[in-house]
Protein backbone atom coordinates (compact mmCIF):
# COMPACT_ATOMS: atom_id res chain seq x y z
CA UNK A 1 0.00 0.00 0.00
CA UNK A 2 1.35 3.27 -0.66
CA UNK A 3 1.74 5.55 2.26
CA UNK A 4 -0.93 8.28 1.17
CA UNK A 5 -2.94 5.39 1.07
CA UNK A 6 -2.37 4.45 4.70
CA UNK A 7 -5.05 5.29 7.73
CA UNK A 8 -3.54 7.88 9.91
CA UNK A 9 -2.32 6.82 13.29
CA UNK A 10 -2.46 8.03 16.77
CA UNK A 11 -0.03 10.59 17.19
CA UNK A 12 0.65 10.88 13.52
CA UNK A 13 -0.56 12.73 10.86
CA UNK A 14 0.07 11.76 7.00
CA UNK A 15 1.03 14.47 4.18
CA UNK A 16 -2.56 13.51 2.62
CA UNK A 17 -4.48 14.26 5.92
CA UNK A 18 -6.08 16.95 6.64
CA UNK A 19 -6.06 19.06 10.11
CA UNK A 20 -9.90 18.19 10.97
CA UNK A 21 -9.37 14.77 10.43
CA UNK A 22 -10.61 12.56 13.01
CA UNK A 23 -7.75 11.41 15.29
CA UNK A 24 -6.81 11.09 18.90
CA UNK A 25 -4.52 14.05 18.83
CA UNK A 26 -5.73 16.91 16.66
CA UNK A 27 -2.72 19.13 16.55
CA UNK A 28 -0.11 18.93 14.17
CA UNK A 29 2.77 20.46 13.56
CA UNK A 30 4.82 20.02 10.42
CA UNK A 31 8.61 19.75 11.21
CA UNK A 32 11.54 21.28 9.14
CA UNK A 33 14.03 18.67 8.60
CA UNK A 34 17.13 21.17 9.29
CA UNK A 35 15.66 21.84 13.05
CA UNK A 36 16.07 17.94 13.46
CA UNK A 37 19.46 16.97 12.49
CA UNK A 38 22.23 17.77 10.70
CA UNK A 39 24.06 15.25 8.44
CA UNK A 40 26.61 16.97 5.83
CA UNK A 41 26.81 14.86 2.53
CA UNK A 42 23.65 12.74 3.81
CA UNK A 43 20.13 14.10 4.48
CA UNK A 44 18.12 12.99 7.18
CA UNK A 45 14.50 11.55 7.25
CA UNK A 46 11.57 13.85 5.94
CA UNK A 47 8.27 13.77 5.65
CA UNK A 48 8.39 13.93 9.49
CA UNK A 49 4.94 14.61 11.21
CA UNK A 50 3.16 14.24 13.99
CA UNK A 51 1.51 15.61 17.58
CA UNK A 52 1.82 18.65 20.36
CA UNK A 53 -1.15 18.00 22.00
CA UNK A 54 -1.29 16.69 25.46
CA UNK A 55 -1.18 12.50 25.25
CA UNK A 56 -3.83 10.76 25.75
CA UNK A 57 -3.85 8.05 28.24
CA UNK A 58 -4.56 4.27 27.08
CA UNK A 59 -2.76 1.41 26.13
CA UNK A 60 0.46 1.71 23.78
CA UNK A 61 -0.74 1.20 20.35
CA UNK A 62 -0.35 -2.08 18.31
CA UNK A 63 -0.34 -0.49 15.02
CA UNK A 64 3.09 -0.45 13.55
CA UNK A 65 4.37 2.84 12.34
CA UNK A 66 5.41 4.36 9.31
CA UNK A 67 8.92 4.82 9.19
CA UNK A 68 9.33 7.97 7.73
CA UNK A 69 7.53 9.81 10.23
CA UNK A 70 8.65 11.42 13.74
CA UNK A 71 5.94 11.03 16.42
CA UNK A 72 6.09 13.87 18.25
CA UNK A 73 3.95 12.39 21.66
CA UNK A 74 4.91 13.82 24.76
CA UNK A 75 4.98 11.58 28.16
CA UNK A 76 1.90 11.39 30.26
CA UNK A 77 2.60 10.77 34.00
CA UNK A 78 2.26 7.52 33.77
CA UNK A 79 5.35 7.15 31.57
CA UNK A 80 7.49 9.17 33.81
CA UNK A 81 6.88 6.89 36.35
CA UNK A 82 7.79 3.74 34.03
CA UNK A 83 10.84 5.73 33.18
CA UNK A 84 12.13 6.21 37.37
CA UNK A 85 11.39 2.41 37.76
CA UNK A 86 13.30 1.17 34.45
CA UNK A 87 15.91 3.80 35.71
CA UNK A 88 16.44 2.41 39.33
CA UNK A 89 16.10 -1.10 37.77
CA UNK A 90 19.11 -0.48 35.79
CA UNK A 91 21.14 0.52 39.00
CA UNK A 92 19.90 -2.51 40.55
CA UNK A 93 21.34 -4.50 38.21
CA UNK A 94 24.54 -2.75 38.33
CA UNK A 95 24.39 -1.54 34.49
CA UNK A 96 25.86 1.71 35.58
CA UNK A 97 29.72 2.35 36.82
CA UNK A 98 30.40 4.07 40.03
CA UNK A 99 32.35 7.48 39.95
CA UNK A 100 35.28 5.58 41.15
CA UNK A 101 35.15 3.09 38.43
CA UNK A 102 34.71 5.83 35.75
CA UNK A 103 37.58 7.38 37.09
CA UNK A 104 39.84 4.71 36.64
CA UNK A 105 39.04 4.12 33.03
CA UNK A 106 39.77 8.03 32.67
CA UNK A 107 43.67 7.42 34.16
CA UNK A 108 44.31 4.25 32.08
CA UNK A 109 43.43 6.12 28.83
CA UNK A 110 45.10 9.20 29.79
CA UNK A 111 48.41 6.50 30.54
CA UNK A 112 47.63 5.25 27.11
CA UNK A 113 47.48 8.34 25.42
CA UNK A 114 51.34 9.23 27.27
CA UNK A 115 52.76 6.00 25.92
CA UNK A 116 51.54 5.93 22.04
CA UNK A 117 52.89 10.14 22.31
CA UNK A 118 56.24 8.58 23.55
CA UNK A 119 55.63 5.70 21.08
CA UNK A 120 55.10 8.24 17.77
CA UNK A 121 58.51 10.08 19.27
CA UNK A 122 60.78 7.13 18.85
CA UNK A 123 59.27 5.90 16.03
CA UNK A 124 60.73 9.59 14.89
CA UNK A 125 63.85 9.31 15.89
CA UNK A 126 64.73 5.47 14.45
CA UNK A 127 63.71 7.09 11.16
CA UNK A 128 66.43 9.67 11.18
CA UNK A 129 63.59 12.60 10.61
CA UNK A 130 64.58 16.01 10.30
CA UNK A 131 64.74 17.75 14.17
CA UNK A 132 61.84 19.68 13.52
CA UNK A 133 59.75 16.92 12.91
CA UNK A 134 60.57 15.05 15.65
CA UNK A 135 59.40 17.73 18.30
CA UNK A 136 56.52 18.10 16.78
CA UNK A 137 55.43 14.14 16.33
CA UNK A 138 52.62 12.72 17.77
CA UNK A 139 50.04 10.38 18.30
CA UNK A 140 46.25 10.45 19.45
CA UNK A 141 43.95 8.33 21.58
CA UNK A 142 40.15 8.40 20.36
CA UNK A 143 37.61 5.71 21.87
CA UNK A 144 34.36 4.38 20.29
CA UNK A 145 31.85 1.89 20.94
CA UNK A 146 30.36 1.14 24.53
CA UNK A 147 32.90 3.63 26.10
CA UNK A 148 32.13 6.35 23.93
CA UNK A 149 28.72 5.90 23.58
CA UNK A 150 28.54 6.17 27.55
CA UNK A 151 26.94 2.85 28.17
CA UNK A 152 29.79 0.63 29.22
CA UNK A 153 29.20 -1.94 32.16
CA UNK A 154 31.73 -2.99 35.32
CA UNK A 155 33.01 -5.76 33.05
CA UNK A 156 33.09 -4.03 29.87
CA UNK A 157 36.43 -3.64 27.83
CA UNK A 158 37.62 0.01 26.02
CA UNK A 159 37.43 0.06 22.44
CA UNK A 160 40.59 2.60 21.50
CA UNK A 161 41.90 3.85 18.61
CA UNK A 162 45.56 5.18 18.04
CA UNK A 163 45.66 7.53 15.27
CA UNK A 164 49.54 7.94 13.62
CA UNK A 165 51.33 9.55 11.34
CA UNK A 166 52.46 8.63 7.43
CA UNK A 167 55.81 7.57 8.31
CA UNK A 168 54.71 5.31 11.77
CA UNK A 169 53.70 1.83 10.13
CA UNK A 170 51.26 -0.89 11.15
CA UNK A 171 53.61 -3.84 8.96
CA UNK A 172 56.71 -4.46 8.23
CA UNK A 173 56.73 -2.07 4.87
CA UNK A 174 59.92 -2.51 2.36
CA UNK A 175 63.06 -1.72 4.89
CA UNK A 176 61.29 -0.41 7.79
CA UNK A 177 60.10 -2.35 10.45
CA UNK A 178 56.68 -2.83 12.34
CA UNK A 179 56.40 0.16 14.34
CA UNK A 180 52.84 -0.65 15.94
CA UNK A 181 53.03 -4.67 16.28
CA UNK A 182 56.90 -4.27 17.20
CA UNK A 183 57.95 -0.78 18.59
CA UNK A 184 54.86 -0.24 20.62
CA UNK A 185 54.46 -4.03 21.60
CA UNK A 186 57.22 -3.80 23.31
CA UNK A 187 56.73 -0.76 25.05
CA UNK A 188 53.54 -1.97 26.33
CA UNK A 189 55.03 -5.72 27.66
CA UNK A 190 57.46 -3.36 29.69
CA UNK A 191 54.67 -1.31 30.90
CA UNK A 192 54.26 -2.82 34.57
CA UNK A 193 50.33 -2.19 34.97
CA UNK A 194 49.64 -4.03 31.28
CA UNK A 195 49.33 -7.70 30.88
CA UNK A 196 48.50 -10.27 28.57
CA UNK A 197 49.42 -8.21 25.64
CA UNK A 198 48.53 -10.37 22.40
CA UNK A 199 48.13 -9.52 18.65
CA UNK A 200 45.72 -10.01 16.24
CA UNK A 201 47.35 -9.17 13.21
CA UNK A 202 44.46 -11.57 11.03
CA UNK A 203 41.53 -9.76 11.97
CA UNK A 204 39.14 -8.08 9.62
CA UNK A 205 40.77 -4.82 11.66
CA UNK A 206 44.31 -5.58 12.71
CA UNK A 207 44.40 -4.92 16.49
CA UNK A 208 46.04 -5.23 19.74
CA UNK A 209 44.18 -7.04 22.77
CA UNK A 210 45.54 -6.14 26.49
CA UNK A 211 45.00 -5.18 30.12
CA UNK A 212 45.87 -2.17 31.74
CA UNK A 213 45.43 -1.96 35.07
CA UNK A 214 42.75 -4.59 34.67
CA UNK A 215 40.70 -3.07 32.17
CA UNK A 216 40.25 -4.87 29.16
CA UNK A 217 41.44 -2.54 25.93
CA UNK A 218 41.22 -3.34 22.31
CA UNK A 219 43.76 -0.90 20.04
CA UNK A 220 43.12 -0.40 16.62
CA UNK A 221 45.63 1.94 14.74
CA UNK A 222 44.82 4.22 11.62
CA UNK A 223 47.99 5.15 10.11
CA UNK A 224 47.17 8.91 8.27
CA UNK A 225 48.62 10.64 5.18
CA UNK A 226 49.63 13.72 7.52
CA UNK A 227 53.25 13.93 9.07
CA UNK A 228 51.89 14.97 12.70
CA UNK A 229 48.81 14.75 14.52
CA UNK A 230 47.33 17.84 15.49
CA UNK A 231 45.64 17.59 19.36
CA UNK A 232 42.51 19.43 18.07
CA UNK A 233 41.92 16.57 15.23
CA UNK A 234 38.29 16.12 14.17
CA UNK A 235 37.89 12.37 13.46
CA UNK A 236 34.73 12.77 11.38
CA UNK A 237 36.74 15.44 8.95
CA UNK A 238 36.06 14.04 5.53
CA UNK A 239 39.35 14.23 4.45
CA UNK A 240 41.64 12.34 6.94
CA UNK A 241 40.25 9.47 4.30
CA UNK A 242 42.41 10.92 1.83
CA UNK A 243 45.88 8.47 0.17
CA UNK A 244 44.84 5.94 2.82
CA UNK A 245 44.57 2.82 2.68
CA UNK A 246 41.11 0.18 3.06
CA UNK A 247 42.52 -0.59 6.44
CA UNK A 248 42.91 2.48 8.31
CA UNK A 249 39.17 3.11 6.68
CA UNK A 250 38.09 0.01 8.44
CA UNK A 251 39.91 1.47 11.74
CA UNK A 252 38.68 5.23 11.71
CA UNK A 253 35.18 4.04 10.97
CA UNK A 254 34.73 2.43 14.51
CA UNK A 255 35.14 6.20 15.92
CA UNK A 256 33.50 8.08 13.14
CA UNK A 257 30.46 5.86 13.54
CA UNK A 258 29.99 6.08 17.40
CA UNK A 259 30.71 9.85 16.96
CA UNK A 260 28.25 10.55 14.14
CA UNK A 261 25.80 8.89 16.07
CA UNK A 262 25.49 10.88 18.97
CA UNK A 263 25.20 13.68 16.18
CA UNK A 264 21.64 12.21 14.72
CA UNK A 265 20.11 11.20 18.67
CA UNK A 266 18.02 14.64 19.49
CA UNK A 267 18.59 13.59 23.51
CA UNK A 268 21.56 12.01 23.93
CA UNK A 269 21.12 10.96 27.78
CA UNK A 270 18.07 9.36 25.94
CA UNK A 271 19.59 7.60 24.08
CA UNK A 272 22.22 5.60 26.51
CA UNK A 273 19.75 5.34 28.98
CA UNK A 274 17.67 3.17 25.91
CA UNK A 275 20.68 1.31 24.66
CA UNK A 276 22.16 0.59 27.98
CA UNK A 277 18.95 -1.28 28.83
CA UNK A 278 18.52 -3.05 24.84
CA UNK A 279 22.11 -4.37 25.17
CA UNK A 280 21.35 -6.06 28.78
CA UNK A 281 18.25 -7.43 27.21
CA UNK A 282 20.29 -9.07 24.35
CA UNK A 283 22.82 -10.29 26.51
CA UNK A 284 20.11 -11.89 28.46
CA UNK A 285 18.69 -13.17 25.14
CA UNK A 286 21.68 -14.68 24.05
CA UNK A 287 21.53 -12.52 21.05
CA UNK A 288 24.57 -10.22 21.89
CA UNK A 289 27.34 -11.14 19.79
CA UNK A 290 28.52 -9.67 15.80
CA UNK A 291 30.87 -13.19 15.72
CA UNK A 292 27.90 -15.56 16.49
CA UNK A 293 25.80 -14.12 13.63
CA UNK A 294 23.55 -12.45 16.12
CA UNK A 295 23.84 -8.49 16.54
CA UNK A 296 27.36 -6.45 18.18
CA UNK A 297 27.35 -3.53 20.04
CA UNK A 298 26.91 -0.78 16.80
CA UNK A 299 24.41 -2.21 15.40
CA UNK A 300 21.84 -2.08 18.38
CA UNK A 301 23.28 1.42 18.94
CA UNK A 302 21.98 2.03 15.05
CA UNK A 303 18.83 0.30 15.68
CA UNK A 304 17.99 2.80 19.13
CA UNK A 305 18.95 5.67 17.24
CA UNK A 306 16.40 5.26 14.95
CA UNK A 307 13.75 4.80 17.56
CA UNK A 308 15.39 7.58 19.41
CA UNK A 309 14.92 9.94 15.69
CA UNK A 310 11.17 8.40 15.33
CA UNK A 311 10.10 9.89 19.04
CA UNK A 312 12.10 13.08 20.47
CA UNK A 313 9.78 13.58 22.90
CA UNK A 314 10.07 10.30 24.08
CA UNK A 315 10.97 8.99 27.72
CA UNK A 316 13.15 6.28 27.95
CA UNK A 317 10.40 3.82 28.70
CA UNK A 318 8.69 4.76 25.89
CA UNK A 319 11.85 4.74 23.96
CA UNK A 320 12.27 0.90 25.15
CA UNK A 321 8.69 -0.33 24.63
CA UNK A 322 9.11 1.35 20.96
CA UNK A 323 11.45 -0.46 20.02
CA UNK A 324 10.10 -3.72 19.97
CA UNK A 325 7.02 -2.21 18.63
CA UNK A 326 8.85 -1.37 16.20
CA UNK A 327 11.44 -4.13 15.54
CA UNK A 328 9.12 -6.64 16.09
CA UNK A 329 7.13 -5.91 13.17
CA UNK A 330 9.80 -4.56 10.88
CA UNK A 331 9.92 -5.68 7.23
CA UNK A 332 13.59 -7.02 6.65
CA UNK A 333 15.44 -7.30 4.75
CA UNK A 334 14.12 -3.16 4.61
CA UNK A 335 18.05 -1.46 5.91
CA UNK A 336 17.49 0.22 8.85
CA UNK A 337 19.44 4.03 8.23
CA UNK A 338 20.17 7.13 10.32
CA UNK A 339 20.55 9.01 7.21
CA UNK A 340 18.61 9.13 3.67
CA UNK A 341 21.62 7.50 1.73
CA UNK A 342 21.92 4.23 -1.12
CA UNK A 343 24.16 1.41 0.75
CA UNK A 344 27.94 1.13 -1.11
CA UNK A 345 28.04 -2.10 -2.93
CA UNK A 346 31.24 -1.30 -5.18
CA UNK A 347 34.04 -3.52 -2.97
CA UNK A 348 31.55 -6.14 -4.86
CA UNK A 349 30.21 -7.04 -1.35
CA UNK A 350 26.94 -9.04 -0.85
CA UNK A 351 23.66 -7.34 -1.50
CA UNK A 352 21.05 -9.83 -0.41
CA UNK A 353 21.39 -9.28 3.76
CA UNK A 354 19.30 -10.75 5.89
CA UNK A 355 19.08 -8.01 7.94
CA UNK A 356 20.51 -5.35 6.76
CA UNK A 357 21.67 -1.81 9.22
CA UNK A 358 23.09 0.79 7.38
CA UNK A 359 26.20 3.07 9.11
CA UNK A 360 25.44 6.80 8.90
CA UNK A 361 29.16 7.45 7.87
CA UNK A 362 30.88 7.07 4.44
CA UNK A 363 31.10 4.32 2.66
CA UNK A 364 27.75 3.37 4.25
CA UNK A 365 27.99 -0.08 4.00
CA UNK A 366 25.87 -3.05 5.48
CA UNK A 367 27.20 -3.82 9.13
CA UNK A 368 25.23 -6.78 10.25
CA UNK A 369 26.43 -8.92 7.48
CA UNK A 370 27.26 -11.61 9.93
CA UNK A 371 23.64 -12.33 10.83
CA UNK A 372 22.11 -15.66 8.63
CA UNK A 373 19.20 -17.44 8.11
CA UNK A 374 18.92 -18.95 11.59
CA UNK A 375 20.07 -16.01 13.53
CA UNK A 376 17.52 -13.94 12.09
CA UNK A 377 14.62 -16.23 13.09
CA UNK A 378 15.82 -16.31 16.84
CA UNK A 379 16.15 -12.19 16.58
CA UNK A 380 13.05 -11.97 15.03
CA UNK A 381 11.60 -14.15 17.48
CA UNK A 382 13.03 -12.28 20.72
CA UNK A 383 11.42 -8.96 19.32
CA UNK A 384 7.80 -10.46 19.41
CA UNK A 385 8.86 -12.10 22.80
CA UNK A 386 9.86 -8.51 24.01
CA UNK A 387 6.97 -6.84 22.50
CA UNK A 388 4.81 -9.39 24.50
CA UNK A 389 6.66 -9.09 27.60
CA UNK A 390 5.69 -5.01 27.68
CA UNK A 391 2.27 -5.89 26.40
CA UNK A 392 1.87 -7.55 29.74
CA UNK A 393 3.63 -5.11 31.68
CA UNK A 394 1.71 -2.27 29.88
CA UNK A 395 -1.91 -4.70 31.82
CA UNK A 396 -0.71 -4.98 34.93
CA UNK A 397 0.68 -1.29 34.96
CA UNK A 398 -2.94 0.03 36.99
CA UNK A 399 -0.86 1.29 39.72
CA UNK A 400 2.27 3.04 40.07
CA UNK A 401 4.85 0.61 38.78
CA UNK A 402 8.34 -0.62 40.16
CA UNK A 403 11.92 -1.42 39.26
CA UNK A 404 10.66 -5.52 39.78
CA UNK A 405 8.47 -4.95 36.65
CA UNK A 406 10.61 -4.93 34.08
CA UNK A 407 12.04 -8.30 35.80
CA UNK A 408 9.63 -10.23 33.30
CA UNK A 409 11.28 -7.89 29.87
CA UNK A 410 14.85 -9.41 30.67
CA UNK A 411 14.37 -12.50 32.18
CA UNK A 412 17.24 -15.13 31.05
CA UNK A 413 16.76 -17.16 27.90
CA UNK A 414 15.87 -21.10 28.73
CA UNK A 415 18.68 -22.17 26.35
CA UNK A 416 19.11 -25.87 27.98
CA UNK A 417 15.66 -26.70 27.88
CA UNK A 418 14.59 -24.95 24.77
CA UNK A 419 16.27 -27.72 22.62
CA UNK A 420 16.22 -31.30 22.18
CA UNK A 421 19.84 -31.57 20.71
CA UNK A 422 23.03 -29.34 20.90
CA UNK A 423 26.34 -29.33 19.13
CA UNK A 424 28.91 -29.34 21.65
CA UNK A 425 31.98 -27.53 20.69
CA UNK A 426 35.05 -28.26 22.81
CA UNK A 427 37.80 -25.67 22.05
CA UNK A 428 41.39 -26.23 23.78
CA UNK A 429 44.89 -25.32 23.79
CA UNK A 430 48.44 -26.46 25.62
CA UNK A 431 48.99 -22.92 26.73
CA UNK A 432 47.01 -19.61 28.30
CA UNK A 433 48.60 -17.20 25.26
CA UNK A 434 47.95 -20.14 22.52
CA UNK A 435 44.03 -20.68 24.19
CA UNK A 436 43.38 -16.93 23.67
CA UNK A 437 44.53 -16.78 20.17
CA UNK A 438 43.38 -20.27 18.89
CA UNK A 439 39.58 -19.58 20.82
CA UNK A 440 39.68 -16.05 19.03
CA UNK A 441 40.59 -17.81 15.86
CA UNK A 442 37.71 -20.48 16.04
CA UNK A 443 35.07 -17.89 17.19
CA UNK A 444 36.11 -15.55 13.87
CA UNK A 445 35.70 -18.41 12.03
CA UNK A 446 31.97 -19.66 13.45
CA UNK A 447 30.18 -18.31 10.58
CA UNK A 448 31.33 -21.00 8.34
CA UNK A 449 30.03 -23.64 10.79
CA UNK A 450 26.83 -22.22 11.24
CA UNK A 451 26.23 -21.86 7.75
CA UNK A 452 26.78 -25.57 7.26
CA UNK A 453 23.98 -26.72 9.89
CA UNK A 454 21.58 -24.26 8.14
CA UNK A 455 23.01 -26.65 4.68
CA UNK A 456 21.22 -29.96 6.50
CA UNK A 457 18.58 -27.95 6.67
CA UNK A 458 18.44 -27.47 10.36
CA UNK A 459 17.91 -24.55 12.60
CA UNK A 460 20.78 -23.94 15.19
CA UNK A 461 20.92 -21.21 17.99
CA UNK A 462 24.91 -20.28 18.33
CA UNK A 463 24.54 -19.44 22.20
CA UNK A 464 27.60 -16.82 22.83
CA UNK A 465 27.86 -17.76 26.10
CA UNK A 466 31.28 -20.27 27.18
CA UNK A 467 31.02 -22.80 28.99
CA UNK A 468 34.21 -24.29 31.43
CA UNK A 469 35.00 -27.15 33.28
CA UNK A 470 36.52 -27.03 36.51
CA UNK A 471 37.45 -30.31 36.71
CA UNK A 472 39.82 -29.88 33.79
CA UNK A 473 42.99 -28.20 33.72
CA UNK A 474 44.10 -27.44 30.58
CA UNK A 475 43.02 -24.21 28.44
CA UNK A 476 40.03 -24.79 27.72
CA UNK A 477 36.08 -23.87 27.02
CA UNK A 478 32.99 -25.17 25.55
CA UNK A 479 30.06 -23.93 23.16
CA UNK A 480 27.10 -25.00 23.31
CA UNK A 481 24.67 -24.44 20.29
CA UNK A 482 21.39 -25.14 20.19
CA UNK A 483 19.61 -27.57 17.59
CA UNK A 484 16.13 -28.26 15.69
CA UNK A 485 16.33 -31.17 12.82
CA UNK A 486 13.60 -32.87 11.04
CA UNK A 487 13.29 -36.46 11.15
CA UNK A 488 15.31 -39.08 9.33
CA UNK A 489 18.57 -36.71 8.70
CA UNK A 490 21.65 -37.99 8.92
CA UNK A 491 24.73 -35.76 10.55
CA UNK A 492 28.08 -37.04 9.64
CA UNK A 493 29.86 -35.22 12.89
CA UNK A 494 33.35 -36.91 12.05
CA UNK A 495 32.73 -35.36 8.17
CA UNK A 496 31.34 -31.72 10.05
CA UNK A 497 34.49 -31.63 12.74
CA UNK A 498 37.08 -32.90 10.07
CA UNK A 499 35.99 -30.55 7.24
CA UNK A 500 36.10 -27.23 10.02
CA UNK A 501 39.15 -28.76 11.20
CA UNK A 502 40.47 -28.19 7.87
CA UNK A 503 38.88 -24.88 7.50
CA UNK A 504 40.43 -23.76 11.04
CA UNK A 505 44.12 -24.85 9.82
CA UNK A 506 43.65 -22.30 6.66
CA UNK A 507 45.75 -19.04 7.43
CA UNK A 508 46.14 -19.87 11.39
CA UNK A 509 49.66 -18.73 12.61
CA UNK A 510 49.86 -20.43 16.08
CA UNK A 511 52.01 -23.21 17.42
CA UNK A 512 50.56 -26.87 17.24
CA UNK A 513 48.63 -28.43 20.18
CA UNK A 514 45.08 -26.48 19.64
CA UNK A 515 42.28 -28.54 18.66
CA UNK A 516 38.81 -28.00 18.46
CA UNK A 517 36.37 -31.21 18.85
CA UNK A 518 32.32 -31.46 17.62
CA UNK A 519 29.77 -33.81 19.88
CA UNK A 520 25.94 -34.09 19.05
CA UNK A 521 24.27 -34.32 22.63
CA UNK A 522 20.55 -34.62 23.23
CA UNK A 523 19.38 -32.92 26.16
CA UNK A 524 19.90 -35.34 29.29
CA UNK A 525 23.52 -35.63 27.45
CA UNK A 526 24.22 -31.96 28.79
CA UNK A 527 27.24 -31.59 31.12
CA UNK A 528 26.65 -30.80 34.65
CA UNK A 529 28.74 -27.92 34.42
CA UNK A 530 26.43 -26.11 32.21
CA UNK A 531 24.53 -25.34 34.26
CA UNK A 532 26.84 -24.11 37.06
CA UNK A 533 25.97 -20.44 36.58
CA UNK A 534 22.18 -20.91 35.74
CA UNK A 535 19.15 -21.80 37.80
CA UNK A 536 18.21 -23.90 35.36
CA UNK A 537 19.45 -26.72 36.70
CA UNK A 538 16.80 -26.99 39.13
CA UNK A 539 14.23 -26.23 36.75
CA UNK A 540 15.56 -28.83 34.05
CA UNK A 541 15.92 -32.15 36.12
CA UNK A 542 13.15 -31.89 39.20
CA UNK A 543 10.80 -33.11 36.60
CA UNK A 544 13.22 -36.31 35.03
CA UNK A 545 14.20 -37.02 38.80
CA UNK A 546 12.11 -37.10 41.50
CA UNK A 547 12.25 -40.87 42.59
CA UNK A 548 15.47 -41.10 44.79
CA UNK A 549 15.69 -44.98 43.85
CA UNK A 550 15.49 -44.63 39.93
CA UNK A 551 17.59 -41.50 40.47
CA UNK A 552 20.48 -43.36 41.95
CA UNK A 553 20.18 -46.04 39.49
CA UNK A 554 19.38 -43.89 36.74
CA UNK A 555 20.60 -44.16 33.00
CA UNK A 556 21.59 -42.00 30.15
CA UNK A 557 20.09 -42.26 26.92
CA UNK A 558 22.40 -42.97 24.19
CA UNK A 559 20.86 -41.96 20.72
CA UNK A 560 23.13 -42.69 17.25
CA UNK A 561 25.49 -40.54 15.96
CA UNK A 562 24.11 -40.85 12.09
CA UNK A 563 20.45 -40.53 13.29
CA UNK A 564 19.73 -38.32 16.12
CA UNK A 565 16.67 -39.66 16.72
CA UNK A 566 17.16 -43.15 17.36
CA UNK A 567 17.98 -44.72 20.13
CA UNK A 568 20.22 -47.27 20.86
CA UNK A 569 20.21 -47.93 24.82
CA UNK A 570 21.19 -46.03 28.16
CA UNK A 571 24.64 -45.89 29.88
CA UNK A 572 24.54 -46.19 33.63
CA UNK A 573 26.40 -43.46 35.75
CA UNK A 574 28.52 -45.27 37.46
CA UNK A 575 30.02 -48.83 38.85
CA UNK A 576 27.46 -49.23 41.09
CA UNK A 577 24.63 -48.65 39.26
CA UNK A 578 26.54 -51.23 35.88
CA UNK A 579 26.19 -53.84 38.79
CA UNK A 580 22.84 -53.47 39.71
CA UNK A 581 21.76 -53.61 36.32
CA UNK A 582 23.97 -56.56 35.82
CA UNK A 583 22.46 -58.24 38.75
Known sequence: MHPSQRPPQSGVMSPASTMSAPIMRPAVAVIPPATLVSVPNARPHIGIFGSTAAPVSGPIMTVPPIPGNVFLDSPSEIDIARTHALEKFQIDAELILTEKEEAKRRSVLAQLEQIVKRWARRVTWQRGLPKDLRESSNAKIFTFGSYQLGVHGPEADIDALCVGPCYATLEKFSFMQDDFFIVLYNMLKNTQEVSEVQCVKSANVPLMRFKFS??????????????????????????????????????????????????????????????????????????????????????????????????????????????????????????????????????????????????PVYPYSCCSYNVTRSTLQKLKSEFSRGWDAIMKMELNWSTLPNSGDWNVLFERFPFCSSYEYFIQIHVTASDEDDFRSWRGWVESRFRHLLLKFEKLPAYCDPNPFPYFDKNVKEPHCYFLWGLRLKKNICIDMADLEEEFRFYLSNGYEGRP???????????????????????????????????????????????????????????????????????
Open 214 to 359: GISIDLLYARLSLRTIPEDMDILDENLLENIDDTTVKSLNGCRVTARILQLVPKIENFRSTLRCIKFWARRRGIYSHTFGFLGGIHWAVLVARVCQMFPNATVSMLVSRFFWIYARWQWPTPVTLVETQPDYSDGSDRHHHMPIII
Open 513 to 583: GCDVHLTLLNRFQLPSFVYSKSSELRQHTKPYWTNESYNYYRRIPRYSQHYPLYLVGYIAVDNEAINHVGN
